[in-house]
């Protein structure tokens, strides 16, 4: 084998090396980001949850306080009248 056929078997050898590893190495970082995003979806869904909470305990006192200052008639005895 000639010494030119030796250099571009190496070179070819080195440069389908490195397409390879690069390859690898991007698709473990977009697994990386990928999971990252799953971890802020979930701190977001348990934000939006707590937000969602505290809004429901803020209408439920409101809710309280208004039946407390004026009458409220249930839905059964709206029926009636």
């Known amino acids: 084998m000639s010494t ?3 250099v571009t078997l190496a070179a070819s050898l ?3 090396s490195f397409i390879i590893w ?3 190495y991007q698709q473990s970082r977009e697994r990386e980001d990928m999971f990252q995003g ?3 979806d979930d701190a977001r869904r348990l ?3 707590r937000q969602r909470e505290e809004e429901f305990r803020e209408s439920s006192r409101k809710r309280e306080m208004y ?3 004026q009458n409220v008639i249930s839905s059964d005895q ?3 009248i």
């Open 4 to 6: 030119r056929a030796k």
């Open 14 to 16: 080195a440069f389908s």
């Open 22 to 24: 690069a390859v690898h």
């Open 38 to 40: 799953v971890i802020r």
């Open 47 to 49: 934000e939006k949850m």
């Open 67 to 69: 039946e407390q200052v």
């Open 78 to 80: 709206s029926n009636k």
